[in-house]
């Protein structure tokens, strides 16, 4: 089914409203949670506590994506889009007036189920709104945004909270989410939601069963896995061989600035015609593994080395994934696909720490990083074995 003409112009305009979204949900998500555990005592007064503020977004996230994706496609991409944006800045705006510890939950449960709305409509919304020859690109720039949200998170974040503690933050993404909700407002055309054919709990499973929705997905939940593994991690390594908290920083710097500048070449590549999915896929799987690998090995050198290759991988794995999914899925049901891929990659952010901490309990964290690293190449070895037996079969096949 076609989608619905949207000029050209309205669409190039519309993109920036849509990348700032994706700034604000990585924004909301670790601007507040790495800057929660330096609040004041009757706040967070324990792990424990700290763990629980922190799985609330993340949990509403992984519950709601597909929800909210769907509803998307039901009622129009922009309407989910402003109302989470909206529901994201009362979230804020709540703890910002309400300054107390039980609000703060209420306020970080909020932020979560809104981004869980506005996440996956952006992601509709920018596969919808620009033909499948610029899909690559316009994926490589919203992840670029995103990665910006993540790196500029913790710090802004901890300069905001420096100046004027947690309710200037919340204040600040207020206003941001406020803003963008305007900007969207304005800019971002109305996408009428396209008719649909029933759809039966069968057809659902069938078509999330199907390669073509497994294997970009997977790749995402392993690139999210090791890119959270990297942010955490790196810096306990870092620490572990001497190295000071501004090299570990650097680090972790060096792993999101790569992976936020390789994200859109890799798209750019895509359509041009330079990079399939597929090659792109296997070879970010297997960059990332290598980083992996290297994150074993001591000192500076390995951090740092672990930190580009697990960013470049990233990079490459993040928007070639996105556009893979858009290719493959009718233009109806965009919203239902990105929610739940975007799933996967909330599934991915949990498990890969969870793993590489499991291991690292009953061995070491260098056992940790190479398990993951062996799964991560695993997949693309499989992945591999199934493009040449796919190759072979069409070879043997008469024409």
């Known amino acids: 089914m076609t989608q619905h003409p949207i000029p050209d112009v309205a669409s190039r305009r519309a993109m920036w409203p849509l990348y700032a979204a994706g700034f604000t949900t990585a924004f909301g998500a670790?601007?507040?949670?790495?800057?929660?555990?330096?609040?004041?005592?009757?706040?967070?007064?324990?792990?424990?506590?700290?763990?629980?503020?922190?799985?609330?977004?993340?949990g509403a996230e992984v519950l709601l994506k597909p929800v909210f994706g769907s509803l998307a496609d039901r009622i129009g991409g922009k309407p989910v889009l402003l109302g989470g944006l909206i529901v994201f800045a009362a979230a804020s705006a709540l703890y910002a007036i309400a300054d107390s510890p039980g609000w703060l939950w209420a306020a970080r449960l909020g932020?979560?189920?809104?981004?869980?709305?506005?996440?996956?409509?952006?992601?509709?919304?920018?596969a919808r709104l620009n033909p499948a020859a610029k899909r690559g690109r316009a994926f490589g720039s919203y992840g670029f945004y995103k990665s910006i949200g993540y790196t500029l998170g913790p710090l802004l974040g901890g300069v905001l909270v420096w100046v004027g503690g947690l309710r200037l933050l919340f204040t600040v993404m207020a206003l941001c989410a406020a803003a963008v909700a305007l900007w969207a407002l304005l800019a971002v055309p109305v996408v009428p939601p396209l008719p649909r054919r029933r759809q039966t709990v069968a057809d659902l499973a069938r078509r999330m069963a199907d390669r073509s929705f497994l294997a970009p997905t997977a790749s995402l939940a392993a690139a999210t896995a090791a890119l959270s593994v990297g942010v955490g991690f790196l810096p306990v390594s870092g620490a572990a061989a001497g190295l000071g908290t501004i090299a570990t920083g650097a680090a972790v710097s060096v792993l999101a600035a790569t992976a936020a500048v390789v994200q859109p070449q890799a798209g750019r590549a895509l359509?041009?015609?330079?990079?399939?999915?597929?090659?792109?896929?296997?070879?970010?799987?297997?960059?990332?593994?290598?980083?992996?690998?290297?994150?074993?090995?001591?000192?500076?050198?390995?951090?740092?080395?672990?930190?580009?290759?697990?960013g470049i991988g990233t990079g490459l794995i993040t928007p070639l994934g996105f556009a893979a999914l858009a290719a493959a899925t009718p233009e109806e049901r965009m919203g239902q696909t990105m929610g739940s891929a975007e799933l996967g990659r909330e599934l991915g952010d949990a498990g890969g720490p969870l793993l590489v901490a499991g291991v690292a309990t009953v061995s070491t964290l260098t056992s940790g990083y190479a398990t993951l690293a062996v799964l991560l190449a695993a997949g693309a070895f499989l992945a591999l074995a199934h493009r040449r037996r796919r190759t072979v079969r069409t070879v043997r096949t008469p024409s």
């Open 271 to 310: 359509d041009s015609g330079r990079l399939t999915t597929g090659a792109g896929l296997l070879a970010g799987l297997l960059i990332t593994a290598a980083g992996l690998a290297a994150a074993m090995l001591p000192g500076l050198a390995g951090v740092l080395a672990a930190a580009a290759l697990i």
């Open 111 to 126: 932020q979560g189920a809104a981004a869980s709305a506005f996440s996956p409509a952006a992601s509709a919304m920018v």
């Open 30 to 58: 670790h601007g507040i949670a790495a800057n929660l555990g330096g609040f004041s005592e009757d706040a967070v007064t324990s792990l424990i506590v700290l763990g629980g503020l922190l799985a609330l977004y993340d």
